[in-house]
């Protein structure tokens, strides 16, 4: 961007403080909401890495199964 380009992009800005320019969005600082945090834990059942969120793991890491797992042995077996 040339001097002049850029200080007409600043009169722009100045004048229409909504104005971001054709690089504006790129500078708007995203801000990420907070996810839980989550490890991977080997399923006891399928043997299956899965990401489970850390405060819904038992105190026994090796006793996890899995929501999969969990539903296939609790619903309608036939
Ligand atoms: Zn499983």
């Known amino acids: 961007m040339g ?3 850029r200080e007409r992009f ?3 800005r100045d004048s229409n403080p909504d104005y971001v320019g054709y ?3 790129d ?3 995203t801000v990420q909401a907070p996810s839980a945090a989550t490890e991977t834990v080997v399923c006891s ?3 299956r890495k899965r990401n489970v969120a850390s405060d819904s793991l038992p105190e026994d ?6 929501l999969r797992c969990q539903e296939d042995s609790g619903g309608d077996a036939t």
């Open 61 to 66: 890491i090796s006793t996890f199964v899995c």
């Open 10 to 12: 600043q009169r722009l």
């Open 23 to 25: 690089r504006g969005l």
């Open 45 to 47: 059942v399928c043997n």
């Open 3 to 5: 001097r002049k380009d």
């Open 27 to 29: 500078t708007v600082v």
